[in-house]
């Protein structure tokens, strides 16, 4: 069946699947694919639609968007024939200059350029908390990107803020694919059931909006009716970036700056170290 890259490429995003998309941007001498086809690589290594070639081409880029899932990282290849390799001084598998080299083992012996993006989910967010931080946080996630979840029993939200989901109560799934940080920001008001919730679930990243005397008190508190103190470790109490924030606004920037920077950690890579 014949399925369309963009309208996969749609559908795809507004699950919040990852993929990868393949396009060649160019070609030399003889190729099956030419400039400007495309395809949608799945996880899996499966080509869900579009189409970029045959075998000459088709390893060498399923390989490169293996490894862009990996680590979310764009990627060039150039197929090219192993004498042109030779002249560039380039081995098969070799990156130079921004390029990935593969060589292309078709009698055809032609060039192709193909850009390997990887499109994954957004990283989710979940709040626990309907507190003045609790909001601030949420309102300020969404233009940055992420996936905002706010876990809050119904009667301690006024309007209904604007989020991707809304939980009634703390009730998180434990267990999911993807980049997940939680934070609590309850104030008082549920601090115990909220932690409970949180550190029984996978997370990048557990924040606890409160002072550290706020924060041993629970963790005490939590370990004696037998939470285990190594999950409550993962908790970082009090959450953000030491910036000064007084106001809950100040304080949930604070917060999303920590997400932020475990986040992008060494993905800048050799470009942050240089400039």
Known sequence: MHVDVMDLMAKLKSSEEAFVLATVVRTVSVTAAKAGAKAIIRPDGTIAAGWIGGGCARGAVLRAATQSLRDGKARLVSIQPGDLLADLGVKPGEARGGVQFARNMCPSQGTMDVFVEPVLPRP????????????????QARPLGFNVTLAAPADDLGEAPDVDHLIDGFAIEPETKGERYLVVSTQGRGDEAALKAAVAARADYIGFVGSHRKMAALKQELTEVGIEPAALDRVKGPAGLDIGAITPEEIALSVLAEIISIRRRGQRGETAQQA
């Open 124 to 139: 989710s967010l979940i709040v626990f908390g309907a507190s003045p931080v609790a909001l601030a946080l949420a309102a």
